[in-house]
């Protein structure tokens, strides 16, 4: 689902919402498991999802997603599309000047993938000299790639999602794809098309906290979401959802 998917999806489950609960309306961009993704049948699943759902359920408020394209979350926010984005954003100096965000939900380094038969085995920019290197375009690893990548005479190219830079590597038109670890580990281990690739490693340096963005001006609303996040990590909740996808902690 692109830029049609516009449409929103009321978020169904066991969660006993009480009668006057506030109503949050939650953006994701459902292109990018195993954060946030829309199954065959058009339900919208992932890691981000299920975390909203706890924190929502613990400020017992009414939640609905609404999905939007990634370039195009920040200005859908700010504009008053919904209320909140839990869509694995990294938390950045630069973002920080048009969104506000909550405390972290989860960490991840970046890393490189690229074909089971390539050659490289480093991910330094020395390294991808004369390499086509893919990226999700506005995403830190696209800024990275650009940043370092490119200077070091790299030819970086940038998608409108995960799946298209994936795509292209599958198909030859790349040398190595930068993106978020814990993307690139589930892709290869659980995507259909995964064994066609390797891991290379995790690019130094690049550790960064995924939080939860607000409208600058909405410090109520992330002061709710911060007591949710340490009330779902104190009481277990964060730690059974992290299960369902990761065997590893990413908190």
């Not at 066991?14 to 065959?40: C, L």
């Not at 993307?183 to 098309?193: E, F, R, S």
Request: contains cysteine; aromatic residues 8%.
């Amino acid at each position: 689902m692109g830029a049609a998917a516009a449409a929103m999806l009321a978020v169904s489950g066991s969660y006993a919402w009480a009668q006057d609960a506030a109503k949050i309306k939650i953006g994701t961009e459902g292109a990018y498991p195993p954060f946030n993704s829309i199954t065959a049948d058009g339900k919208l699943v992932g890691f981000d999802v299920d975390i909203a759902k706890a924190l929502c359920a613990q400020m017992k408020a009414e939640c609905e997603f609404v999905t939007q394209d990634w370039d195009g979350i920040i200005p859908a926010l700010q504009a008053g599309k919904f209320d909140a984005i839990v869509a694995s954003m990294s938390i950045t100096e630069e973002r920080k000047k048009q969104v506000a965000f909550t405390n972290k939900y989860y960490v991840t380094p970046l890393a490189v993938a690229a074909l089971k038969d390539s050659a490289l085995t480093e991910t330094d920019p020395a390294a991808m000299a004369g390499k086509t290197v893919g990226a999700q375009a506005s995403t830190t690893q696209s800024i990275y790639a650009e940043d370092f990548y490119a200077k070091a005479g790299a030819d970086v190219k940038l998608y409108p999602t995960q799946e298209e830079a994936v795509q292209d590597l599958i198909n030859g038109r790349l040398d190595a794809v930068i993106s978020d670890k814990f993307v690139l580990v589930d892709w290869l281990k659980n995507a259909a098309d995964g064994a066609c690739c390797k891991l290379i490693g995790d690019v130094k340096g690049t550790e960064t906290e995924a939080g939860i963005a607000v409208r600058l001006d909405d410090n109520a609303l992330r002061e709710k979401l911060n007591a949710a996040i340490d009330a779902i990590v104190a009481d277990g909740t964060y730690k059974t959802i992290q299960a369902k996808y990761f065997d590893f902690d990413i908190y």
